[in-house]
T-cell receptor, first 114, second 117 residues
């Protein structure tokens, strides 16, 4: 089954404790992206990657890091989480370029930073 | 820059009534248009998309949307809603001409459709 998976689905942590949210897709997609969803703001892009070892900032990259060492995986790293990073996070993937019209979303990771 | 406006944050409607969720966008270039649905505690699922061609697009679960270029709108409609349609609906755009950074989806703030019995 074609899918995007994220782990963990729920995470409660404390300020400053490094964490990683994993994202994996099995569709051989080049393009992957992270979004955060906040009430009244919709989804905003954090980082994206057009292929292995190619990443770039989205609209709200502060406080986040990503890496793309393998095509299928695109982990999101919070090196020193703060309460304003409490949010619902989605990973998405698609084919690259004009062929990549539809993006497929993971189930989401709800992060709470206290 | 592209932007998406969903003016209605919440739309209450009775079961079996028709509904329209409004979406307006701004862009100086051609765009692809999407509606996604998010059921409670779930990820986003594609409802329908407009790429080109016929301006009336049909999607899953009986939803349809009409692209109106002159009004830069892409309103979502359903003639008769069910309780199970209760969810948050997001309109999104992306540039149509080339890839790279333009794979990015720009989302509206969402509309919560609350279907009441």
């Amino acid at each position: 089954e074609a899918q995007v998976t994220q782990n963990p689905r729920y995470l409660i942590t404390v300020t400053g404790k490094k964490l990683t949210v994993t994202c994996s897709q099995n569709m051989n997609h080049e393009y992957m992206s992270w979004y955060r969803q906040d009430p009244g703001l919709g989804l905003r892009q954090i980082y994206y990657s057009m292929n292995v070892e190619v990443t770039d900032k989205g609209d709200v990259p502060e406080g986040y890091k990503v890496s793309r060492k393998e095509k299928r995986n695109f982990p999101l790293i919070l090196e020193s989480p703060s309460p304003n990073q409490t949010s619902l996070y989605f990973c998405a993937s698609s084919l690259e370029g004009t062929g990549g019209v539809e993006q497929y979303f993971g189930p989401g990771t709800r992060l709470t930073v206290t | 820059a592209q932007s998406v406006t969903q003016l209605d944050s919440q739309v209450p409607v009775f079961e079996e009534a028709p509904v329209e969720l409004r979406c307006n966008y701004s862009s100086s270039v051609s765009v692809y248009l999407f509606w996604y649905v998010q059921y409670p505690n779930q990820g986003l699922q594609l409802l329908l998309k407009y790429l080109s061609g016929s301006t009336l697009v049909k999607g899953i679960n009986g939803f349809e949307a009409e692209f109106n270029k002159s009004q830069t709108s892409f309103h979502l409609r359903k003639p008769s809603v069910h309780i199970s349609d209760t969810a948050e609906y997001f309109c999104a755009v992306r540039l149509s001409n080339y890839g790279g950074a333009t794979n990015k989806l720009i989302f509206g703030t969402g509309t919560l459709l609350a279907v009441q019995p």
